[in-house]
């Protein structure tokens, strides 16, 4: 996943950068930005960060682009991703225990399609090192007049816990991450750890997001700060499924939904290299299964229920599209690898624009 490099270039540095495995060349890519964040070498990716404030969940967002979960599952990167201009950073998904993933190759480029698959199984460092890295980060310490970028922190739970028991692995996250985050996102929606997925089945969910508000409360009155909850799920989802999701989401207190992961769907790049490899499909064939979903949940929550959009975001038009959809705020990941640093601005701009023709 290249990125060290003036957003100008790097349509000309991305099929050399592209002649690498895609994990290798997005581990590349992660050791630099770690190494040079913070230094006068971030000016090779740095940007101005686009104005263009919302209240969302009792929180100020400095613009509407964030950076989705999974790419910084280590949270090496956060004062980087800062430089590059987005309003808030997901960082994750994070598991209690570090764990190796899945076996590789379990990353791959389907590029006519502007597309990834990925079955990398919430590999991580584990709990411990992530806090670590998230407490060296220094973006709310810019000294800048401006509002501090937001950090969110993604959790999940360990390959290895039983399904049964994965309530334990995310109030274990939960209590970690809280002091640091300003919200935490459930991740119940990955297709790469086994039997996750159902834990957005009615039951399940309500028992996982009734024990996961009851903690919240706790940790709320021990640490004196409510940070609010966002659960993110899958766009293979059916209408009733959502609903019963959006409902479970109300009766629980959860302040906000992320729509959506990847989808386990192949129809959009049948017939190409890697297409029937195992994982979740993201980037531009998931655009319209992940602004259906969102546009079932705005009706099933009604207005004011926040929303973050991700999938399929590759231009300005796409993230207009997401917020057309019914999203307040989108996130993107895959784009980023496809197009660079410079989406970040092209899509706050677009954002901004739109804003203002409404107004």
Do not use: W
């Not at 290798?24 to 992660?30: D, M």
């Not at 989802?237 to 906000?256: P, S, W, Y």
Request: proline letters at 6%; aromatic letters at 6%.
């Amino acid at each position: 996943m290249p990125l060290l490099m003036p957003s100008s270039l790097y349509g000309l540095a991305r099929p050399f950068l592209f002649g690498f495995d895609p994990e290798h060349a997005h581990e590349i890519t992660l050791d630099g930005l770690a190494r040079t964040q913070n230094t006068p070498l971030a000016c090779a990716y740095s940007a101005p960060r686009v104005d263009d404030p919302i209240e969302l969940a009792g929180l100020s967002f400095p613009n509407r682009v964030g950076l989705a979960a999974g790419l910084d599952k280590n949270a090496r990167c956060i004062d980087a991703f800062a430089a590059m201009g987005f309003g808030f950073v997901e960082v994750g998904t994070v598991t209690p225990k570090a764990q190796p993933g899945n076996p590789k190759p379990r990353m791959f480029r389907l590029p006519q399609r502007d597309a990834l698959i990925n079955r990398l199984g919430f590999n991580n460092e584990g709990l411990d090192a992530f806090l670590a890295n998230v407490q060296k980060a220094r973006f709310r310490k810019s000294g800048s007049a401006k509002s501090p970028m937001l950090l969110g922190l993604n959790i999940g739970k360990n390959a290895a816990t039983p399904i049964e028991r994965a309530v334990d692995d995310y109030l274990a996250c939960l209590d970690g991450v809280y002091p640091h985050a300003d919200y935490v996102t459930i991740n119940i929606s990955s297709p790469n750890t086994a039997n996750l997925r159902s834990l957005q089945s009615d039951e399940a969910l309500d028992a996982l997001l009734g024990a996961v508000a009851e903690r919240r409360e706790a940790l709320a009155a021990r640490h004196n700060k409510r940070s609010p909850l966002f659960v993110k799920i899958a766009p293979d989802l059916d209408e009733a499924q959502v609903a019963v999701i959006a409902a479970t989401l109300k009766r629980h207190g959860m302040d906000g939904v992320i729509a959506t992961n990847t989808t386990l769907a192949r129809d959009a790049v049948k017939g190409l290299p890697h297409a029937e490899e195992t994982g979740g499909l993201s980037g531009a064939p998931v655009r319209e299964a992940s602004n259906r979903v969102i546009a079932q949940l705005r009706a099933a929550l009604g207005a004011g229920f926040p929303i973050i959009g991700v999938g399929g975001i590759l231009s300005g038009a796409d993230a207009k599209a997401k917020i057309a959809a019914g999203a307040d705020v989108v996130q993107i990941y895959t784009g980023l690898i496809y197009r660079g640093p410079a989406l970040v601005r092209e899509a706050a701009q677009a954002l901004l624009r739109d804003r203002g023709s409404k107004a």
